[in-house]
């Protein structure tokens, strides 16, 4: 059966993955560079590695997103799995905006939410399977 979504979420899962993974990396050279700061000049830095944890999981969150929107992008039976597992993901970016207009003001609030760009086209790739799936099977001539 045809998967209308599946360029959608191919293609966000592609760009979910490389992203995650610079993510990963730069969250935990920041941890490192920071508990190193923290030590040599001996300030507290359990609020910074507190932000860093939550960016982590948001990573790998994403990491995750990527790579069953690339295996699943073609299988119409999951596609309901993949539109959850993307609510859950607008629930995570909704709290990091919420923390960052609390912490950081209107400028972290525009900057976290340009994050909302890739779930919102793995949502309409998702979407677009659970239509073909819910329609009815047509007849060959």
Do not use: D
């Amino acid at each position: 059966m045809y998967a209308p979504g599946r360029g959608f979420l191919k293609v966000t899962g592609i760009l979910y993955i490389v992203f995650s993974g610079i993510g990963i990396v730069f969250t935990l050279l920041a941890m490192a560079g920071t508990a190193a700061l923290g030590t040599l000049l001996g300030i507290n830095t359990s609020i910074l590695t507190l932000i860093y944890l939550v960016a982590l999981v948001l990573a790998a969150y994403g990491l995750f997103m990527g790579i069953i929107g690339v295996k699943h992008c073609a299988n119409l039976e999951k596609a309901k799995f993949l539109r959850t597992c993307v609510i859950i993901e607008f629930v995570l970016r909704g709290i990091v905006v919420i923390s960052s207009a609390v912490m950081i003001g209107f400028s972290g609030v525009v900057l976290e939410s340009i994050g909302f760009v890739l779930p919102i086209l793995f949502l309409i790739g998702a979407s677009k399977n659970i239509e073909a799936s819910n329609a009815p099977p047509t007849q060959p001539m």
